[in-house]
Every structure is written in structure tokens, then in C-alpha cells.
């Protein structure tokens, strides 16, 4: 049985950091990719990041959070992370791991797993 489960959030001032951390049990998608979302309440969920787990090093950003957030990966736990920095007012939102996409695309039908979110705050 795959398991997702985020932790990290929180609540912070704008300026501010914080790491992500999504701990994947049951799963071995090593040729697969992880991403991270997020939806603001009275938002639909958008993508934030993406991760090719074999590789590591093909990412993929949305515009919005591309050279504030940094996505990566340790196989060897089973964990992806999510390190953001420069944080928002905008990028309060409840963020949420998900697994085995083939393609690390946008579309959300594409992901198998889901885990069931982490909160971010980010005070003005």
C-alpha cells in the first residue's frame, strides 16, 4: 500500500523559508516522477514543481515560485523535498506530494498517489 505523508509546513512572514518534506512508503517509482502542488482556498490546485526520481536533475517549475522554490529527492529514503525560500503572502496554500506520474506533467489525473497535504501561511 503507498503512502504519501507531507510534513514541514507552517506558518511564516514573507521573506521567510521553508522546507517541504514528503516521505513515500510501499512505493518504488525510481523511472517515475513526484511533484508537488498546491491550492489556495477558492483556487483551483496548480502545480509547483516536478521531479524526475531517477535523475534528480530534470525539474520542472511553474512560473510563479521557478528561482524561489527548489525541488529535489533522496532515493535512498524514499523522500522528496521542497525548498522554498522567499516566501510569498501568494504562496499560502495547502501543498500536497504526489506520485508516479510518467511524465511529471501539470495534469493531475497523471499522478497514481496523493498525499494528504501540508499547510503554508505566509504572513504579510
Known amino acids: 500500500q503507498v503512502q504519501l505523508v507531507e510534513s514541514g509546513g507552517g506558518s511564516v512572514q514573507a521573506g521567510g523559508s521553508l522546507r517541504l518534506t514528503c516521505a513515500a512508503s510501499?512505493?518504488?517509482?525510481?523511472?517515475?516522477?513526484m511533484g508537488w502542488f498546491r491550492q489556495a482556498p477558492g483556487k483551483e490546485r496548480e502545480g509547483v514543481a516536478t521531479?524526475?526520481?531517477?535523475?534528480?536533475?530534470?525539474?520542472r517549475y511553474g512560473d510563479s515560485v521557478r528561482g524561489r522554490f527548489t525541488i529535489s529527492r533522496d532515493n535512498a529514503k524514499n523522500t522528496m523535498y521542497l525548498q522554498m525560500n522567499t516566501l510569498k503572502p501568494e504562496d499560502t496554500a495547502m501543498y500536497y506530494c504526489?506520485?508516479?506520474?510518467?511524465?511529471?506533467?501539470?495534469?493531475?489525473?497523471?499522478?497514481?498517489?496523493w498525499g494528504q497535504g501540508t499547510q503554508v501561511t505566509v504572513s504579510s
Open positions: 521531479i524526475y526520481m531517477s535523475s534528480g536533475s530534470m525539474t
Open positions: 504526489a506520485a508516479d506520474s510518467t511524465g511529471g506533467s501539470w495534469s493531475q489525473p497523471d499522478y497514481n498517489y
Open positions: 510501499g512505493y518504488t517509482g525510481i523511472n517515475r516522477c
